[in-house]
T-cell receptor
Framework: LAKTTQPISMDSYEGQEVNITCSHN???????ITWYQQFPSQGPRFIIQ???TKVTNEVASLFIPADRKSSTLSLPRVSLSDTAVYYC?????????????FGKGTKLSVIP | GAGVSQTPSNKVTEKGKYVELRCDPI?????LYWYRQSLGQGPEFLIY????????DSGLPNDRFFAVRPEGSVSTLKIQRTERGDSAVYLC??????????????FGPGTRLTVL
C-alpha cells in the first residue's frame, strides 16, 4: 500500500477554513484516496473519498491534483467539534486487498 | 439505524488470562474487520472476514490471537495467555460487499483492553 505523509498536528481558530495536505508519491493507478476522522474514545469515521480532481460532500472537500501525488482535505469554517485526528489513506493496491492502513494522522485542535 | 457495537467497552484482566471481545456488525454487512490501536497511533489491521471465513489474517501478531465469525454476523476476537503488550483499544469495523471502489468501513467504539 502507498505510504502517506501528513502533518502531525495543526491548530486553527473557530470559523476558519482548515486544509490538511497529504503526500502519497507512490500512489498506484487503481488507488483511491480516503480520509477518516477519529474523535477521542471513538472509532474512525469515514469523511470523504476521491480518485482525481475535486470531491465535495456536506462535511468536506477533497482536492487531488492531476499527478495524484498529494491531496488536500478542506474543512470549511471549523468549529470546536471538529477537533479530532484526521487520517489520510491510499489504496487498495492489489486484488482482494481491503484492509485499511492508518498512519499516525493529523491531530487538529480548534481553538475558541 | 444501529451501528457497529462492541462489548465489553472496557476489559481489565491479569497477565496470562484468556479474554474474548465481541463485535456486532451492521446488519447485512458481509465484511468484518478487527483492528488494534495503541495510544498515539493509528489503528493497525488484524484480520478481515468475508462472510464466515477469514479472508486475510495477516495482521494477527502471533498464535495467541484468534478470531471467529461462525454465522457470518457476530465475531469474537480471542486472546490467549494475555501479555501486558496486548493492552490497547480493539476496534471492529464492517462494510457491505462491493466491487471496484474501496468500501467505506463503519467502526464500532472499541473495547479498551488493559492487561495488568
Amino acid at each position: 500500500l502507498a505510504k502517506t505523509t501528513q502533518p502531525i498536528s495543526m491548530d486553527s481558530y473557530e470559523g476558519q477554513e482548515v486544509n490538511i495536505t497529504c503526500s502519497h508519491n507512490n500512489i498506484a493507478t487503481n488507488d483511491y484516496i480516503t480520509w477518516y476522522q477519529q474523535f477521542p474514545s471513538q472509532g474512525p469515521r469515514f469523511i470523504i473519498q476521491g480518485y482525481k480532481t475535486k470531491v465535495t460532500n456536506e462535511v468536506a472537500s477533497l482536492f487531488i491534483p492531476a499527478d495524484r501525488k498529494s491531496s488536500t482535505l478542506s474543512l470549511p469554517r471549523v468549529s470546536l467539534s471538529d477537533t479530532a485526528v484526521y487520517y489520510c489513506l491510499v489504496g487498495p493496491s492489489g486484488a482482494g486487498s481491503y484492509q485499511l492502513t492508518f498512519g499516525k494522522g493529523t491531530k487538529l485542535s480548534v481553538i475558541p | 439505524g444501529a451501528g457497529v457495537s462492541q462489548t465489553p467497552s472496557n476489559k481489565v484482566t491479569e497477565k496470562g488470562k484468556y479474554v474474548e471481545l465481541r463485535c456486532d456488525p451492521i446488519s447485512g454487512h458481509t465484511a468484518l474487520y478487527w483492528y488494534r490501536q495503541s495510544l498515539g497511533q493509528g489503528p493497525e489491521f488484524l484480520i478481515y472476514f468475508q462472510g464466515t471465513g477469514a479472508a486475510d489474517d495477516s495482521g494477527l501478531p502471533n498464535d495467541r490471537f484468534f478470531a471467529v465469525r461462525p454465522e457470518g454476523s457476530v465475531s469474537t476476537l480471542k486472546i490467549q495467555r494475555t501479555e501486558r503488550g496486548d493492552s490497547a483499544v480493539y476496534l471492529c469495523a464492517s462494510s457491505s460487499t462491493g466491487t471496484g471502489k474501496w468500501d467505506e468501513q463503519f467502526f464500532g467504539p472499541g473495547t479498551r483492553l488493559t492487561v495488568l
